[in-house]
Nanobody, 127 residues
């Protein structure tokens, strides 16, 4: 049974930091890209960052230089370090996994292609 379990969300003030984690189980982690997506109320789900097993990454322009995606392959755990948070970063954040076929850039803007999703963790940034 595939499981993706996020943690680490919360409420912070603008300029603050949070670190999200996503523990994966039930599938062969190395065969998949992992990604972070977010969805604010009334908006579509958008890609934040995607990472390959070898460390190749792709980021949304809105988070470049502020967010860092990483993973611990031995622990099958994905991370998202979020610094310099802004109120517009407020959203439900989801981790997801997609079978590796194309580049990480290809998958960043295509959440519908991802096979597995976590339940989400809320991030709220106040001004």
């Amino acid at each position: 049974q595939v499981q993706l379990v996020e943690s680490g969300g919360g409420s912070v003030q603008s300029g603050g930091s949070l670190r999200l984690s996503c523990a994966a189980s039930g599938y062969t982690y190395s065969n998949y890209y992992m990604g972070w997506f977010r969805q604010a109320p009334g908006k579509e789900r958008e890609g934040v960052a995607v990472i390959d097993r070898d460390g190749s990454t792709s980021y949304a322009d809105s988070v470049k230089g502020r967010f860092t995606i990483s993973q611990d392959n031995a622990k099958n755990t994905l991370y998202l370090q979020m610094n310099s948070l802004k109120p517009e970063d407020t959203a439900m954040y989801y981790c997801a996994a997609v079978r590796r076929y194309y580049s990480v850039d290809y998958y960043l803007g295509r959440p519908w292609l991802f096979n597995y999703w976590g339940q989400g963790t809320q991030v709220t940034v106040s001004s």
